[in-house]
């Protein structure tokens, strides 16, 4: 069985665009675009600002409007990841956080991977969560391999390239490409080792002209434009990615996959009794059985309880592939002892939650703690969504549900802004409650988007901790946080 979803099986050698100059000059320009706007950030270690935002933009454009381009109009799915895109691109130019600048180039990263990958016709409620993993990965293959067919096939069909001219330059071109590199580093040490060559590399190629990075900038915008030919041309060609099902032979029966499961039951029921005891009957019992204050029970228990529940997860996941084929319906003991280790699993992510509150109150708030709280509420949110959708058979639409509500939590830290909800909520717990704060961590740690809270309050902080202010002179790398600064 097949699904509509694409794949990288690509006829090798079938012209997928017949305007190959058009496409190749559109994704030139945008590609020597993308390498200026990040220049700044490549070269300079300036932080990511507006110009990653203007070129996840451009990226976004050449992927919605391609049809015209292409004459391969893409999919629903195609712009609706390329409107995403831009969304998330935004995102970087009003956020200063390094944790959430990061998280959001890992999605726009992800978003263009999935654009390409469902542009023709593939639909995201196809993909069951194993196919998100093998989809990046042959994506990732294809953007590469993808542009070496389309200069030999669809170029050299333009006419662009004589198939004749084409053998004979492509030995050329791999010779250029394999000598870039040793050119460039004997090049630079040269210019190193002597003034006059130096000083005669500049005179060659321009006065001050810094030859190395020359070079790389080439290189980098090559590298983009040769990644952007690749993906439209397997979104356009692709034809559907094979089922990865369970071997017959391989399946576990349903006796082991209830014992398995029901063993685990008893243990995690032995331990939402324990916890009972221990974390909900106050801090008296913590500290008279196991010697401990309320904060440091906490501080041990918390990420152990996290890792617990994404583990299990993972395991109904897997258990529920071994035992059945999709679409099938297990038993309804193994669904049952399933649903019982979910439910049991939720208790444990509340003591946790009740474990980190404890602690926030003794410690106050990190992004170390409030990342993992982040995560903690997504994987809550998964083993409710694999109650409702895997144990009933409809795996697919797990994966569909996990990979939004990613998306969804990403955008909600935008929105949310950690860091000024960390410097507030410390600041809160030492103006009503009198509690310790860490004025160091407050100024240091936090990125400016902390900015507006902490000036909010400069009544109570040594705002001469602060140093001067770090705002960013190239426009490519302005940031909205950063600018208040």
Do not use: C
Not at 99 to 116: D, F, H, P
Not at 173 to 199: K, N, T, Y
Not at 344 to 355: D, F, N
Not at 407 to 419: K, S
């Amino acid at each position: 069985m097949t699904t509509d979803i694409e794949s990288w099986e690509v006829p090798r050698d079938a012209v997928v665009f017949e305007r190959a100059g058009v496409v190749w000059l559109a994704a030139g320009g945008v590609a020597a675009a993308v390498e200026i706007l990040l220049h700044n950030s490549l070269f300079n270690a300036a932080p990511l600002g507006l110009g990653f935002t203007i070129a996840t933009v451009l990226i976004a454009v050449l992927l919605f409007a391609s049809g015209p381009l292409t004459h391969h109009p893409p999919s629903v799915a195609t712009r609706v990841f390329a409107g995403l895109m831009a969304v998330f691109g935004l995102f970087v130019t009003f956020r200063a956080s390094p944790a959430l600048t990061t998280l959001n180039v890992l999605t726009v990263l992800a978003l263009l991977v999935g654009a390409s990958f469902l542009y023709s016709s593939g639909r995201l409620w196809d993909m069951r969560i194993m196919d998100y993993p093998r989809a990046g990965l042959v994506t990732a293959a294809n953007a590469l391999a993808q542009t070496g067919d389309f200069l030999r096939v669809d170029v050299s069909q333009a006419g662009l390239i004589p198939a004749e001219g084409w053998q004979r330059v492509r030995p050329y071109l791999r010779g250029i490409a394999i000598a870039f590199v040793p050119l460039a580093l004997f090049l630079g040490l040269f210019a190193s080792a002597d003034a006059v060559f130096a000083a005669f590399a500049d005179d060659l190629f321009g006065t001050d002209l810094d030859l190395w990075r020359l070079a790389w900038a080439a290189a980098i915008a090559a590298a983009i434009e040769w990644m952007l030919i690749g993906l439209l041309r397997y979104g356009a060609a692709g034809d559907g990615l094979e089922d990865w099902e369970r071997p017959d032979d391989l399946r576990l029966g349903t006796t082991e996959a209830a014992t398995v499961v029901g063993l685990l039951n008893a243990l995690f029921a032995l331990f939402v009794i324990v916890q009972f005891a221990y974390l909900f009957g106050g801090a008296d019992v913590v500290a008279r059985t196991g010697g401990l204050t309320p904060a440091e029970y906490a501080r041990e228990g918390f990420f152990q309880l996290v890792v617990v529940a994404a583990a299990v997860l993972g395991l109904v996941l897997f258990i529920d592939w071994w035992t059945r084929p999709a679409g099938s319906t297990s038993s309804p003991l193994l669904n049952a002892l399933h649903g019982g280790l979910i439910v049991l699993t939720a208790v444990i992510l509340v003591s946790a939650v009740k474990r980190m509150s404890v602690y926030v109150d003794e410690f106050g708030l990190t992004q170390l703690r409030f990342y993992a709280v982040a995560i903690m509420v997504w994987v809550g949110f998964l083993l409710l969504w694999a109650l409702l959708t895997v144990l009933p058979g409809y795996r697919a639409l797990f994966g569909a549900g996990a990979f939004v509500s990613a998306l969804l939590l990403i955008a909600g830290l935008n929105v949310v802004n950690p860091d000024a909800t960390i410097a507030r909520t410390n600041i809160d717990r030492f103006v009503t409650h009198g509690a310790e704060i860490d004025f160091a961590y407050l100024t240091n740690n936090l990125s400016s988007d902390a900015g507006p809270v902490l000036r909010a309050n400069a009544g109570i902080l040594p705002f001469d901790s602060l140093g001067a202010s770090n705002a960013d002179h190239d426009w490519r790398s302005f940031n909205l946080s950063r600018s208040r600064e």
